[in-house]
């Protein structure tokens, strides 16, 4: 793809929460390019920086975590233009107009389970501006009104032409009885469904871009393979964008073109998905793909698993952050040096010194 196909750019991003017991740092030089119609997958272990990661794109990392250095490009481009504007979306004030714009309208998110999507804090006609910016489902307000909302807050139509909307999305992501079920609150939905309205809230504007964080989490493998069924299908029809964050490597597998594997707030290797779980390079990758359950194993066989814990992220180990639990360890390198970003063959890269001249 050329360079006029890139839509976010992320340069160097690092992101910091300063709490009493120290500084933690949850995204730490982290660079990547995502494309308009491609699928980039992330993936790693919780509390690796994923999450903090796709915040950080929208502006909307929880206090007292804030952007200390790096850049988020966005390449935007008005509906049916050619050329674009660059938008420094790490320097746009949080509340400010031009990031509420872009946020739900231009890039949607998708959050992980639905049931924690419900927040209980909310009440109904209260905070509303917020709930539809972060594309929230409020308990005591009908989905409809919710979806509708959002669609207000973006698009230039009348409360009725939102509402036909509304339902056209549900009944697209589908939601059976669409015209029924758009009265519905949230605790008369099942999972799913709440799971579906999610999706649809997220691309009732056509975004440019979706940011998935874990969209399948707690949901039955049926229901999973229809919404990722339904996220292709609205993928290839508006050119969309997406940024898959998941655990599950058979997932990520399915959806993505290029993955970017993170430890610790680092991104330790990326690569065009096959490449990836072919030819892993990075230790850390190939400790993950052989904890995939292989289907005809002999049932008393145990899964591979990574050795050694996390570690501290207020007292991280010098050198390679996985050096620790590394099976590849070479003493006095990978404990005293810090591995930099290598590009190896195409566009495959890694952060290890067993590819490094030290």
């Given at each position: 793809m050329?360079?006029?196909n890139?839509?976010?750019?992320?340069q160097?991003?690092?992101?910091?929460?300063?709490?009493r017991?120290?500084?933690?740092?949850a995204?730490?030089?982290?660079s990547f390019?995502i494309k308009?119609g491609?699928t980039?997958?992330?993936i790693g272990?919780?509390?690796?920086?994923k999450?903090i990661t796709?915040?950080a794109?929208?502006?909307?990392?929880p206090?007292?975590?804030?952007i200390?250095?790096?850049?988020v490009?966005?390449?935007r481009?008005?509906?049916?233009a050619?050329?674009t504007d660059?938008?420094n979306?790490?320097?746009?004030?949080p509340?400010?107009?031009?990031?509420?714009?872009?946020r739900?309208?231009e890039?949607g998110m998708i959050?992980?389970?639905?049931?924690?999507s419900?927040?209980?804090?909310?009440?109904?006609?209260?905070?509303i501006?917020?709930?539809?910016?972060?594309h929230?489902?409020?308990?005591?307000?009908?989905v409809?009104?919710?979806?509708?909302?959002?669609?207000?807050?973006?698009?230039?139509?009348?409360k009725q032409?939102?509402?036909?909307?509304?339902?056209?999305m549900?009944?697209?992501?589908?939601?059976?009885?669409?015209?029924?079920?758009v009265?519905s609150?949230?605790?008369?939905l099942?999972?799913?469904q709440?799971?579906?309205?999610?999706?649809a809230?997220?691309?009732?504007?056509?975004?440019?871009m979706?940011?998935?964080?874990?969209?399948?989490?707690?949901?039955?493998?049926s229901i999973?393979?229809q919404i990722?069924?339904?996220?292709r299908?609205?993928?290839?029809?508006?050119?969309?964008a997406i940024?898959?964050i998941t655990?599950?490597?058979?997932?990520i597998?399915e959806?993505?073109e290029?993955?970017?594997?993170?430890?610790m707030g680092?991104?330790?290797?990326?690569?065009?998905?096959?490449?990836?779980?072919?030819e892993?390079?990075?230790?850390?990758?190939?400790?993950?793909?052989?904890?995939?359950p292989?289907v005809g194993?002999?049932?008393?066989a145990?899964?591979a698993?990574?050795e050694?814990m996390?570690p501290?992220?207020?007292?991280l180990?010098p050198?390679c952050v996985?050096?620790?639990r590394c099976?590849?360890?070479?003493?006095?390198?990978?404990?005293k040096?810090?591995?930099t970003w290598?590009?190896?063959?195409?566009?495959?890269?890694v952060?290890?010194?067993?590819?490094?001249?030290?």
């Amino acid at each position: 793809m050329s360079e006029n196909n890139v839509l976010v750019e992320i340069q160097d991003l690092r992101v910091e929460f300063d709490v009493r017991a120290g500084v933690v740092k949850a995204v730490d030089g982290v660079s990547f390019d995502i494309k308009r119609g491609q699928t980039l997958g992330v993936i790693g272990e919780s509390g690796c920086g994923k999450s903090i990661t796709a915040r950080a794109i929208l502006q909307m990392v929880p206090k007292p975590g804030k952007i200390t250095n790096g850049q988020v490009l966005y390449h935007r481009r008005a509906r049916g233009a050619t050329q674009t504007d660059i938008v420094n979306i790490s320097k746009l004030d949080p509340d400010g107009q031009i990031i509420r714009e872009i946020r739900g309208g231009e890039i949607g998110m998708i959050f992980q389970e639905p049931m924690s999507s419900l927040t209980p804090v909310y009440t109904a006609g209260t905070h509303i501006d917020e709930a539809v910016s972060l594309h929230r489902l409020t308990p005591l307000r009908k989905v409809g009104d919710q979806l509708a909302e959002t669609i207000q807050a973006h698009r230039k139509v009348t409360k009725q032409e939102a509402r036909e909307i509304a339902i056209a999305m549900l009944r697209r992501v589908g939601i059976p009885k669409p015209d029924q079920r758009v009265d519905s609150y949230p605790h008369q939905l099942s999972g799913g469904q709440r799971q579906r309205v999610m999706i649809a809230i997220a691309l009732s504007c056509q975004p440019a871009m979706l940011i998935a964080d874990e969209p399948t989490t707690a949901l039955d493998v049926s229901i999973e393979a229809q919404i990722l069924d339904i996220m292709r299908e609205l993928q290839e029809s508006v050119n969309m964008a997406i940024m898959f964050i998941t655990h599950n490597l058979g997932v990520i597998a399915e959806m993505a073109e290029e993955i970017v594997v993170m430890y610790m707030g680092k991104q330790v290797e990326r690569a065009k998905t096959v490449a990836l779980f072919y030819e892993p390079m990075h230790p850390y990758t190939r400790a993950l793909l052989q904890s995939i359950p292989v289907v005809g194993r002999k049932s008393r066989a145990r899964l591979a698993s990574i050795e050694g814990m996390v570690p501290d992220p207020f007292n991280l180990p010098p050198g390679c952050v996985f050096h620790p639990r590394c099976p590849a360890f070479m003493p006095g390198k990978c404990d005293k040096i810090a591995p930099t970003w290598k590009q190896l063959v195409g566009d495959h890269w890694v952060s290890c010194l067993l590819y490094q001249e030290v």
